[in-house]
Antibody, heavy 120, light 108 residues
Framework: QVQLEESGPGLVKPSQTLSLTCTVS??????????WSWIRQPPGKGLEWIGY???????HTNPSLESRVTISVDTSKNQFSLKLSSVTAADTAVYYC????????????WGQGTLVTVSS | EIVLTQSPGTLSLSPGERATLSCRAS???????LAWYQQKPGQAPRLLFY???TRVTGIPDRFSGSGSGTDFTLTISRLEPEDFAVYYC?????????FGLGTKVEIK
């Protein structure tokens, strides 16, 4: 059973860079034809897909966030990461890492989510 | 981008009643790549259906998914206490993948 766990600071100052890591257990991030995604949910609101990455390092991001998002993968640690630059209060959300999310692939496994608050 | 409109926003029903949730897409969803998720407070979403109507292992058969093109439906035949939650539809047939804003099924 694949498990995912997000980690990173829960508080980020405006204009700084949000950095999160997702650790995958119960399977290799390099096995199977899976993509690995980041999805976020502002408090009390709906879900927004941020982007995904393949174990090869090929990544794709939501055009609405593309200029600020970097997604990377470290197969040796079975982890993938998210960086979101120039954050504002609008980036306050629960951030989920997940397996799936590319075109043609639903999101089958989710991390428990981590709340990141943007505030000075 | 495909916009998904879910209705109603809130559904107030009693246990044992039937729930019908709608998800309408702004354009046709490719290959019926439509999923439904259930989310309870403080939890991550849980996948219920993918490919419009394929039920995930462990999901009770009182849940059913149907539809095609731009109109999709999630039906819960008889609500159990544990079914009161927020339900989201998601299309993953074209990029960017998008979610609806959700339907909250609450106890009347």
């Amino acid at each position: 059973q694949v498990q995912l766990e997000e980690s990173g600071p829960g508080l980020v100052k405006p204009s700084q860079t949000l950095s999160l890591t997702c650790t995958v257990s119960g399977g290799s991030i390099s096995s199977g034809n899976y993509y690995w995604s980041w999805i976020r949910q502002p408090p009390g609101k709906g879900l927004e897909w941020i982007g995904y990455i393949y174990h090869s390092g090929s990544a794709h991001t939501n055009p609405s966030l593309e200029s600020r998002v970097t997604i990377s993968v470290d197969t040796s640690k079975n982890q993938f990461s998210l960086k979101l630059s120039s954050v504002t209060a609008a980036d306050t959300a629960v951030y989920y890492c997940a397996r799936g999310g590319t075109v043609g692939d639903y999101v089958g496994y989710w991390g428990q989510g981590t709340l990141v608050t943007v505030s000075s | 981008e495909i916009v998904l409109t879910q209705s109603p926003g809130t559904l107030s029903l009693s246990p044992g009643e039937r729930a019908t949730l709608s998800c309408r897409a702004s354009q046709s969803v490719s290959s019926s790549f439509l999923a439904w998720y259930q989310q309870k407070p403080g939890q991550a979403p849980r996948l219920l259906f993918y490919g419009t109507s394929t039920r995930v292992t462990g999901i009770p058969d009182r849940f059913s998914g149907s539809g095609s093109g731009t109109d999709f439906t999630l039906t819960i035949s008889r609500l159990e206490p544990e079914d009161f939650a927020v339900y989201y539809c998601q299309q993953y047939g074209s990029s960017p993948q998008t979610f609806g804003l959700g339907t909250k099924v609450e106890i009347k």
